[in-house]
């Protein structure tokens, strides 16, 4: 196997149970998202470059390092999405979504997103995400908690213990008060700090409290705290949150250094981590954006949401009970006389939600039983000379059923096993 040709790093190949795994998930974020009244939304897989720029900011390092930007095609430059809620919000602002009288509008998605980050477990180049988006004119507390609750539940239907981390970044002044208080702070330390950072400290300081390098996290621990420089607006508005939530029966801690890795955010941040596997690190986070949609040519409406990172969900999640997979598999050992009547009888059973998987009709009886029971089917249905048998292969037993056999009539003979236990 000489010269074979390798997924790139950070991405993976999801194979049989961990493919229907991915899917179940999704679908069952999907079906909790539907309670809250929120609608899917399918958007490109890259985006025009100054949609990220401008939407989720140049001081981040997801724009500033980590983008997958594809060559120029004619004037234009196209990066492949690092995150949705740029290109959700393009969307928005592009349809005119935000023109209905039910709001606040409620969306949700999921798919790959690209980060040119350095690999390890749980962090990936193509990573996957779930999430939503609740958009309004005015956004309320209430809407803003009803983002939050709707992940903790999630979290905690994936049978994960969630630790909840929430902070509040407040409006345009409060930011500018506290910008100004790290500036005066950090600009007499800069000059020990990685070139990253001296960066930061001219375009947006508030980015140095991610900073990662061991000797500036010393630093940044002494840094002054946003909390101390809200509003009293602010400071209301985060008290009715914190309320509301409490309200719930949701958990969290107050987290003062969390600013989240993205420009957008004007209000509350949060975080979800799995307690049983802190190592993953952040599982889920968002926040609420003021500002984005008017940044980018729409209205002046709010946001908020959150999402997933679905490969990290995976890994945290509990392993499933393994439950049997197939119904029924068939084998022809009539060297093809009866290949004519098994079509429609597979099609038919399908037709009525039962799964049958054929074995190649040159199999042996022993073989296929084999693979039957690798695939945890729970009957086997042969054919021979002879006519149909059925085999129930958690009963052990098995069933002459004559030289024909009918769909409806063996649905109902599985549908009566079932029954039994
Ligand atoms: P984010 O925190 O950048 O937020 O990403 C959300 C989640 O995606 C993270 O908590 C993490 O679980 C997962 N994630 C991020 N990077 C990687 C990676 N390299 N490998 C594996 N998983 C990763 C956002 O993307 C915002 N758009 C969330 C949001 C929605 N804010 C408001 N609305």
Not at 276 to 287: K, S, T
């Amino acid at each position: 196997m000489a010269n074979i040709i390798t997924k790139p790093r950070g991405t993976s190949d999801l194979i049989g149970a961990a493919a229907e795994r991915y899917q179940e998930l999704v679908a069952a974020l999907d079906r909790q998202a539907r309670l809250c009244g929120c609608r899917p939304l399918q958007v490109p897989m890259f985006e025009e470059n100054r949609l990220f720029k401008r939407g989720v900011g140049e001081s981040t390092d997801i724009v500033n390092k980590e983008t997958f930007d594809l060559a120029p095609k004619g004037d234009k430059v196209y990066t492949l999405r690092p995150e949705f809620t740029a290109g959700i919000m393009r969307a928005v602002i592009e349809n005119k979504l935000y023109a209905t009288p039910d709001l606040p509008l409620r969306l949700c998605y999921s798919g790959s997103a690209f980060r040119y980050e350095r690999p390890q477990a749980g962090r990936l180049r193509e990573l996957h995400q779930w999430g939503v988006e609740f958009l309004d004119a005015e956004l309320d507390p209430a809407t803003v908690a009803e983002a939050i609750v709707l992940m903790v539940d999630q979290a905690r239907s994936l049978g994960l213990e969630p630790l909840l981390r929430i902070n509040y970044l407040g409006s345009a002044a409060s930011r500018q008060a506290y910008k100004a208080a790290l500036v005066g702070y950090f600009e007499p330390l800069i000059d020990s700090m990685c070139p990253d950072c001296h960066h930061r400290l001219a375009l947006n300081p508030l980015r140095i409290l991610d900073c990662k390098v061991e000797a500036d996290q010393k630093l940044v621990a002494g840094a002054p705290v946003i909390t101390d420089y809200l509003t009293a607006d602010d400071r209301d508005n985060y008290n009715r949150l914190l309320d509301i939530l409490s309200a719930a029966g949701v958990e969290y801690e107050l987290d003062s250094r969390l600013v989240r890795g993205l420009d957008y955010y004007t209000g509350a941040v949060f975080e979800i981590y799995s307690r049983e596997h802190p190592e993953l690190g952040a599982l889920g986070g968002g926040g609420r954006y003021d500002g984005l949609v008017a940044a980018l040519g729409g209205p002046a409406f709010a946001g908020v949401g959150f999402s997933f990172g679905l490969d990290r969900l995976l890994l945290a999640q509990p392993p499933a009970e393994t439950e049997h997979s197939v119904d029924l598999v068939l084998l022809d050992l009539t060297r093809g006389a009866r290949e004519k009547e098994l079509a429609p009888l597979k099609r038919d059973l399908r037709a009525r939600g039962l799964s049958a998987v054929a074995v190649n009709s040159g199999k042996a009886l022993a073989g296929a039983l084999k693979t039957a029971d690798r695939l945890r089917a729970r009957f086997f249905l042969f054919v021979d000379e002879r006519g149909y048998h059925l085999k129930d292969l958690r009963a052990r037993s098995q069933k002459d059923l004559g030289p024909s056999v009918t769909a409806e009539a063996l649905a109902a003979l599985l549908g009566e096993r079932y029954a039994e236990n």
